[in-house]
């Protein structure tokens, strides 16, 4: 008994100063790589879109085409969307128009600076408080819970990246790449650890299935409008369903019960609209913490 009280402190421990130091300086890290590489793409996409401008100067280049001109017809329709949202730097309004793109849009407040500063996290005392109190909680959890040292490793790993995951979509509305990556190979250790191949191939199933259920919603929903689910929320539901396996139904209930509820709750308070957008890491988050559960009680 002693030894196992001892075990829960030392993890929790553990915990706390994975939450409180480590989460904060990886969503820092992530967040600054996830922006440079989009502003690099964006301006590599602008150049190609000059190009085409010059081969074909009577059209635009259409979305639904094949290839590189309907990469581009994407990224042009999604830009200018941008632009009318007032979200598009003014750096790049201007170079969008200079390009020749016709844009009906005032020129927004922010600029490139500000929205680099945007996509830098500064943890501030209250944000250490708050991720260590969550370390340190699930850190004692994961030890009461008598989990094997693999599985509560490869869990411990998962969830690092997931509270990674919620502090820079909450900070920017971002999900970066480097987070949903390193959840979908924890989590795969996770399953492969506890459920065996079984659990592996039922998550990639759950997660190919995830995937073009969201594509679909984005091309049915997404025509006149920002596509309602992104590609950084997409890339994070299919990681979860890599770490989930056979429970991926129980975390995916987690998460949009508490997402359709939050987003209700605000509409009834008259803080949200219907066709307001949320940031839905934390509630991808309970995701994580249903699966794992369901997976560790054998509810899958």
Wanted: charged fraction near 15%; hydrophobic fraction near 55%.
């Amino acid at each position: 008994m002693t030894a196992a009280v001892a075990l829960v402190v030392a993890a929790g421990c553990a915990g706390g100063l994975v939450g409180g130091l480590a989460v904060p300086w990886l969503a820092s890290v992530f967040l600054g790589r996830a922006y440079r590489r989009a502003r690099t793409w964006w301006w590599d996409s602008l150049a190609s879109y000059r190009a085409f401008r010059r081969a074909h100067p009577q059209r635009e280049p259409s979305p639904r085409a094949a290839g590189v001109e309907g990469s581009l017809g994407l990224w042009r329709m999604q830009t200018v969307r941008d632009a009318q949202a007032g979200t598009l730097p003014r750096e790049r309004l201007r170079a969008l128009v200079e390009a020749g793109c016709a844009v009906d849009a005032a020129e927004p407040a922010r600029g490139e600076a500000d929205q680099e500063a945007r996509c830098t996290f500064r943890a501030k005392r209250a944000h250490r408080c708050l991720g260590a109190a969550a370390g340190a909680a699930t850190g004692c959890v994961i030890a009461w819970q008598s989990v094997p040292l693999v599985p509560a490793a490869a869990l411990a790993v998962a969830a690092a990246a997931m509270a990674a995951a919620v502090a820079c979509d909450l900070r920017a509305r971002i999900v970066p790449l480097e987070t949903c990556a390193l959840l979908a190979v924890a989590g795969a250790a996770f399953q492969a650890s506890t459920a065996g191949i079984e659990g592996v191939l039922a998550g990639c199933a759950f997660a190919a299935f995830a995937v073009l259920c969201c594509l679909a919603v984005n091309r049915l929903f997404g025509r006149t409008g920002r596509a309602p689910v992104g590609f950084g929320d997409v890339r994070c539901m299919a990681a979860l369903s890599l770490a989930s396996g056979m429970a991926t139904p129980v975390g995916a209930a987690l998460c949009y019960g508490g997402a359709a509820a939050f987003s209700l709750a605000g509409i009834a308070a008259g803080r949200l609209s219907w066709r307001s957008g949320i940031p839905m890491a934390p509630f991808l988050a309970a995701w994580l913490v249903g699966g794992a559960f369901a997976c560790l009680h054998g509810m899958g």
